[in-house]
């Protein structure tokens, strides 16, 4: 693990994409600070930038520096959730402009799997993670579903976890104001 956690930030710092497991399913992933990756991912996925990407932080102590005004409700459903969790926030900041929604929101997952945590923590910055699929296409649940364009598309796979037959899922949204008010988006 450690020698493909050293590739990747490679990859990363030099403006690359990567395809790497998470505490979901498999993901496309970029230096969320960098537009210009940002907008390579859009084109991987053929998805228009008007619908947003999420984020993954390795910590939640590091949210304030994404989030203006973090609701301190937050910190309770992420301490309280027993699977993951992507949060929508609102008055987001210091990433790439174009992670950020038209409403100012971002959703930010902290991330509690491994690799991915990891990762984040050696990157220091907060690292894009969108499902291993055109839009609009089935999420695969596993390194084995994803299709081949994909693969040939990022500019490295990582090794790690490629071999498990797990059925993983997206996780769960919940959009919160920040007056505390929150809405399910995905259960």
Do not use: H
């Amino acid at each position: 693990m450690e020698e493909e956690i050293k590739r990747s930030c490679e990859i990363l710092l030099k403006g690359g994409i990567i395809l790497y497991p998470t505490d979901t399913i498999w993901g496309i992933g970029c230096d969320a600070t960098n537009p210009e990756a940002i907008k390579k991912i859009y084109s991987i996925k053929q998805r228009v930038d008007s619908k947003s990407l999420l984020v993954l932080i390795d910590s939640e102590n590091k949210l304030n520096y994404y989030i203006d005004d973090v609701p301190p409700i937050a910190y309770d459903l992420i301490e309280l959730t027993n699977k993951p969790l992507t949060i929508i926030y609102s008055k987001a900041r210091n990433v790439a402009p174009e992670l950020i929604a038209s409403d100012g929101t971002l959703g930010i997952r902290v991330t509690n799997e491994t690799f991915s945590k990891e990762l984040c923590r050696r990157l220091k910055k907060p690292l894009v993670s969108t499902s291993a699929n055109i839009s609009g296409e089935k999420s695969p649940s596993c390194f084995s579903e994803i299709k081949e364009s994909i693969i040939r598309s990022v500019d490295y796979v990582v090794k790690y976890r490629q071999e498990e037959k797990n059925s993983n899922q997206a996780s769960s949204i919940i959009k919160i104001d920040t007056d505390g008010v929150f809405k399910i988006i995905r259960p």
